[in-house]
């Protein structure tokens, strides 16, 4: 909000001198008729000229008014600091007002927008203040507090790769975040829905990053659980929280490799092949150098007479092209040995799956 109205008041003097200065209950006024009548430019104008006026006679219920407004009129554009700094400003007046609960939902907004502005501090900082103050008031069972509560465990929770102590308090405490989340929506009736669900996983991944492996098989039993009774489940979620429950059992271990594949002949007959050469597939890195967790990939392969691989086509990739093209390299060198008689040339083209898990 600094920004903007640094770079709006010659056209706020502009409007007032030419006449059109008006008092605050006339702003209220015309601004509702702009709204109303969906010309955001001149509703942009108005809420302006509204804020600075609230603002310099001290009429902060007014003030947090108009910085509501121009916080969702900026919401339009891509200035996400702007927004999250004039949903800041609503916070204050509100909050002067003591208008708590309209001074707590401009302050999340304002958090959020820092988030997208990736401002991480700032937003983590301001959440933590919010939990704090919804506990103060009795507030922390609120739809609006489990909110909070899972936007302080996706962002608290460190990078799969960080060490040392710190991490490890890091994960601890999004671990008891989900915690406060899953109360909150218990209190609100969500205990079947998709975000109980999805925060049951989060709580489950912070867990089995702290190497606390029992509480972390809990948490994902009770997340398949639920996924399977839910009608919109994902099945790529599903299967992905099958194997981090897989791994978290046997203590933090990932599967053995497959050294071994079942495929079906021309005859429609199960041959088994043997892995004989392979090359690691590599996990890329995309988004900035982040690993992705659970993502999957699957290719189609045929063989020449020496069980060498010959063609490789991707016909999966998720959540991007990047880790087909992984599997894809790292297939094209290996070779497969079939059972005695069998030649390798005629199978039909067989699929091959992976799912790029992180090693926590």
């Known amino acids: 909000m600094r920004q903007l109205l640094a770079l709006s008041s010659s056209v706020v003097l502009l409007w007032a001198h030419s006449g059109a200065a008006q008092t605050p209950s006339a702003h209220m006024e015309s601004l509702q008729t702009a709204l109303r009548q969906n010309d955001m430019d001149r509703a942009m104008k108005i809420a302006t000229a509204l804020y600075q006026q609230s603002d310099q006679s001290d009429d902060h219920e007014r003030a947090g008014y108009a910085a ?4 969702g009129l900026l919401n339009q554009t891509d200035d996400r600091l702007a927004v999250a700094e004039t949903y800041e400003d609503c916070a204050k007046h509100y909050a002067a007002d003591d208008s708590l609960a309209q001074s707590i939902q401009c302050d999340y907004q304002s958090a959020q927008a820092y988030l997208e502005a990736s401002r991480k501090g700032q937003a983590v900082s301001k959440l933590r203040g919010i939990a704090k103050q919804l506990e103060r008031i009795g507030q922390e069972k609120s ?3 489990s909110q909070v509560y899972l936007t302080l465990a996706k962002q608290t929770l460190p990078a799969k790769t960080k060490r040392g102590s710190a991490a490890q308090r890091e994960r601890r405490d999004a671990a008891a975040y989900a915690d406060k989340a899953l109360i909150a929506l218990r209190a609100s009736d969500q205990d079947k829905s998709q975000t109980y669900a ?3 996983y989060l709580k489950g991944l912070a867990l089995e990053d702290a190497e606390e492996y029992p509480e972390a098989v809990e948490a994902y ?3 398949v659980s639920l996924y399977r009774s839910l009608p919109d489940s994902n099945d790529d979620e599903l299967q992905s929280l099958q194997a981090r429950l897989s791994i978290a059992r046997a203590g933090g271990k990932s599967s053995p490799r497959k050294d071994a594949i079942d495929v079906v002949d021309q005859d429609g007959r199960i041959v088994t092949l043997s892995i004989k050469k392979r090359k690691r597939i590599r996990s890329p890195r995309i988004n900035d150098n982040q690993i992705v967790d659970g993502a999957r990939a699957s ?3 045929t063989l ?3 069980g060498a691989v010959e063609t490789v086509t991707v016909v999966d990739s998720r959540p991007s092209h990047e880790f ?6 790292a297939i094209e060198s290996w070779t ?4 005695q008689g069998v030649n390798p040339e005629e199978l039909p083209a067989f699929e091959y799956s992976t799912v790029f898990f992180v090693r926590r």
């Open 304 to 306: 020449d007479s020496d």
């Open 68 to 71: 509501y407004v121009m916080a």
């Open 324 to 329: 087909g093209d992984a599997m894809q390299t």
């Open 299 to 301: 290719v189609a392969i």
């Open 221 to 223: 039993e009770s997340a």
């Open 198 to 200: 999805a925060t049951l």
């Open 336 to 339: 497969f040995i079939p059972p």
């Open 143 to 145: 739809m609006l507090a």
